[in-house]
Every structure is written in C-alpha cells, then in structure tokens.
C-alpha cells in the first residue's frame, strides 16, 4: 500500500477501506499535494478487486474547509494556464471519485465547505451529524464552485444549487439531508455507531451486485427511455444472473442459508 502525507488509505479485512482526508491541523483543507494523494489512492481501490467499498472522512473536528487558503494563495499569483492545469487536477479527482466502480459512502462531521460540498456529491451516498455546517462559499473569497457544480447539481438538484452557490450562506446537516446532498442525520456523538451499521448492511450484499447497480443506476440515470437502454437493462440482468456471484446468491437463498461473500473474517 502507498504511503501518503496527507491522506490516509486504510483497509479492513472484511473487505472495505477508508480514506481519510489526513491534515486535521489545517482542518483537512486541500491543497495541490492533497488533491495529487487523493487521486492516487482512488486509482489504488479501484484496482483493488478485493474491496467492497470505500469510505471518506475527515480526520479531527471536520470533514473538510475545502481549499487551503495558503495555496488559493499562491495560486492567485500564477498564471492563468497554471491555475487551468490545477483546476484540471481538482476535475479529476472529483471525476474519478464519481466514477469509482465500486460504492462510496461519505461521513460528514463539523464544517465541509466549498469543494469539500464537491467530495460529498461525488460519493453515492452520505450520512452525517446534524449540527455538521456546509457551504458552497467560493463566493465569499471572488470565486466559483466550478469544478464541483456539475456533481452538485446532480445531488440536490438545479434549483438548490443556485440557492446555496449564489448565496454562499451555511446550512446545517439537517438542511443537507432534506436536499438529499445527506441520506441520513445522527447526533454527532452517534455517528461512528451509525456507521458501523451502515458498515454491517454494506457487508451483506453481493460485491459484484453492488458494481454492476452502481454501473447499472449510471446508465438510467438520463431518464430517458430507448432501445438501447432497454437492451442494456436486459443484458445487465441476464449476465448478473449467470455468473457466479450471482449463482451462489440465488442458491443460499432457495437453500435458506447465507451466501459466500457473507463469511467475512471479524475486521
């Protein structure tokens, strides 16, 4: 495994890691060195075929202040094709995150501001303390959530967006759940419990069947109904069912007995 400075990649023996967001001094903001060891790591669990699933957190107080201000910075005094090929590396972690085949699971606590919003709505779901403080606040400092808005978009909709990137104003874990940014809300001395059940029901389920839904749920997304999607949809199906994880599966449920990926050795 990579040895990194800023993040951390941990991996559990049942079959999950964890990516910790790893500066707690400077609140977990980002700068080049991070976004660089975040993209590393990421492309380290995908070709990772033993892992189920990933989890993102924050190391300390919270998820994340976004931007370092010391490296925003330096980057004002660079050149406007620098800033482009920093802008393209921050692109490409938030690509690669939303892409990753395999399930993501954010977990939000204390502050997660400006591109920290985009890590959140990268990951398929997220769960988080209710007294969390979120903001799209580039605003604030003269900028734009723009690497990060097309993700946004798709995770609490066109309208919340132009509310929250417009305005730059905190809302609470609370507010982030009802906007569907948050599947779930826990007091904050609950949170890691919480988790661990999240955990738990993550582990029961077929890791391949979790791909290809992943893969399958991208696919449909458009909402758009044609041929060709219903042609994806039936051959999606129809190779799930006839390969092993997908046998094995079928046959623990008619013998009423627990299927192979849930004999995990205790993490």
Request: net charge negative.
């Amino acid at each position: 495994m990579t040895d990194f400075t800023t993040v951390q990649l941990e991996k559990d023996p049942r079959g999950f890691a964890t990516l910790w967001l790893g500066r707690p001094e400077k609140n977990n903001a980002f700068n080049a060195l991070m976004i660089r060891e975040l993209i590393a790591a990421i492309a380290e669990v995908q070709a990772d075929d033993a892992l189920r699933f990933l989890l993102l957190r924050g190391r300390g107080k919270h998820f994340s202040a976004g931007a370092d201000l010391a490296w925003m910075r330096e980057s004002a005094t660079l050149d406007f094709e620098t800033n482009l090929t920093e802008a393209h590396e921050l692109a490409e972690l938030m690509y690669r995150l939303y892409h990753l085949k395999l399930p993501t699971l954010a977990v939000v606590q204390g502050a997660a501001f400006g591109g920290a919003v985009g890590l959140i709505a990268c990951c398929d779901m997220a769960i988080g303390a209710v007294d969390a403080q979120l903001s799209l606040s580039e605003v604030r400092i003269g900028l734009a959530p723009a690497v990060i808005s097309p993700f946004v978009v798709k995770a609490i909709g066109e309208r919340a967006t132009r509310r929250y990137a417009l305005t730059g104003e905190r809302f609470s874990g609370e507010r982030a759940r009802e906007l569907g940014l948050l599947s779930e809300n826990y007091a904050a001395e609950t949170l890691d419990d919480s988790l661990c059940d999240w955990i738990d029901t993550l582990l029961l389920n077929s890791p391949q069947a979790m791909r290809v839904g992943k893969d399958l749920l991208r696919e449909v997304s458009s909402g758009t109904l044609s041929q060709a999607l219903r042609r994806y949809t039936e051959n999606s199906i129809a190779r799930i069912r006839v390969s092993p994880e997908g046998q094995e599966g079928l046959e623990a449920f008619l013998e009423k007995r627990k299927p192979g990926w849930q004999e995990m050795p205790d993490g």
